[in-house]
């Protein structure tokens, strides 16, 4: 004779892991920061004027010898916006964070959720004024083995420029939740 295993139904089990909710996954703890400020042109602006984004905190930064910025903006000729990762401003001997860019053919308040895919790390971006700019920070120090991945994500758009001021006016999302991937205001819950 058989020995008798007891069985569950396939509904009964799908309600007990619905309640459970990802044990491993970690909540969001940050909210998304949205917000709109000046950027200078990392040529020709004077050195004290904000040249960089921090993605982490959502915020412009000057572009110094503290590299804490994660691109460098920049106006060309042709009154394009030219966008650094830090990389490629820092010299080879300095430990900076890789960044993914890509041009976003959405308009920036209809991109709502970072694509995971398509960045290409640590190269120059050059964009028309009013483009949508996704930005994937890759850092392993922040986004642990406890995060849900090992980047996080924003967007920004620069609306105008100022030539003679070498100034860019910039709107930013930046979700500093590692491996969460919405760019919409408040505490994210994918």
Do not use: W
């Amino acid at each position: 004779m058989m020995p008798r295993y007891p069985t569950i139904s396939g509904a009964a089990l799908a309600l007990l892991c619905a309640g459970c909710g990802a044990l491993s996954a970690p909540k969001a703890q940050f909210p998304n920061t949205a917000t709109d400020f000046t950027v200078y042109a990392l040529n020709g602006a004077p050195a004290s004027t904000p040249a960089g984004i921090d993605f982490l905190t959502g915020s412009p930064v000057a572009v110094d010898n503290n590299l804490q910025f994660n691109v460098a903006l920049d106006i060309d000729s042709a009154g394009r916006i030219v966008v650094y990762p830090a990389r490629k401003v820092a010299n080879g001997l300095s430990a900076v964070i890789r960044i993914g860019l890509q041009k976003i053919d959405t308009p920036y308040d209809n991109y709502t959720i970072a694509t995971k895919s398509g960045y290409t790390p640590d190269s120059t971006l050059v964009v028309p004024v009013g483009a949508t700019v996704a930005v994937n920070v890759y850092d392993t120090s922040t986004c642990t083995a406890y995060s849900l991945g090992t980047s996080y994500y924003g967007k920004f758009v620069v609306d105008s420029v100022n030539p003679s001021l070498r100034a860019m006016y910039v709107r930013l999302v930046a979700d500093p939740n590692c491996g969460y991937v919405s760019l919409m205001p408040g505490i994210p819950t994918k």
